[in-house]
């Protein structure tokens, strides 16, 4: 029998990084080169099987903007992964994430899986943050670091596949047939008491 496991994924980082691109790319296998900005949050699931156990991750991508930053926490608690998403691109993106991963600190007792991403890898005359020193501030963090394209594919599907393997090894697989409620045959007898 299939164990089934269910868990909740976040994306965090600035605006205009890629972190719906990569979302689409990796439940769509589909890249939108005109994708506008995400307002508030929007949801997604991917499903990974993995040595007969099927991973269903509820992936929660957050908007970059300033203005959504207080609601970020609605998102991100409960979650048992996060992916704080910068650009290679832009020296801003990645000190943000930094911030990003304190914030996460102030909420979690136990923090969730932690993941550093450098998208747009497809950039490389364009690069400013360099591999050396996005796994440098990964290590720091205690985050695993991945270079993605969510415009060509590169590392999409392999990140997907890492956080479904991390969540196996510490969730407990949930039920697919839950007990059956049992009636209360007291709560019927009160009720026949009370008929005129």
Request: aromatic share 8%.
């Amino acid at each position: 029998m299939t164990a089934l496991i269910e868990a909740k994924v976040v994306l965090l980082g600035a605006t205009s990084v890629g972190k719906t691109c990569i979302v689409t790319r990796a439940t769509s296998d589909f890249f939108d080169p005109e994708q506008v900005s995400t307002v508030g949050a929007s949801f997604s699931a991917k499903t990974i099987e993995s040595d007969g156990c099927r991973v269903t991750l509820r992936i929660w991508d957050t908007a970059g903007q300033e203005r959504f930053r207080s609601l970020a926490p609605m998102y991100y608690q409960g979650s048992q992964a996060a992916l704080i998403v910068f650009s290679i691109d832009s020296n801003d993106s990645f000190e943000e994430a930094s911030q990003w991963v304190e914030e996460l600190k102030n909420h979690f007792d136990t923090m969730p899986h932690l993941y550093l991403v450098g998208n747009k890898a497809d950039l490389v005359d364009r690069r400013l943050v360099s591999v050396e020193a996005a796994q440098e501030r990964a290590d720091k963090m205690g985050a695993i670091y991945f270079e993605t394209s969510a415009k060509t594919g590169q590392n999409i599907e392999e990140l997907f596949a890492s956080i479904a393997e991390k969540i196996k090894s510490t969730e407990k697989p949930v039920d697919p047939k839950p007990p059956l409620p049992i009636a209360n045959t007291n709560d019927k007898k009160s009720n026949e008491k009370k008929c005129c």
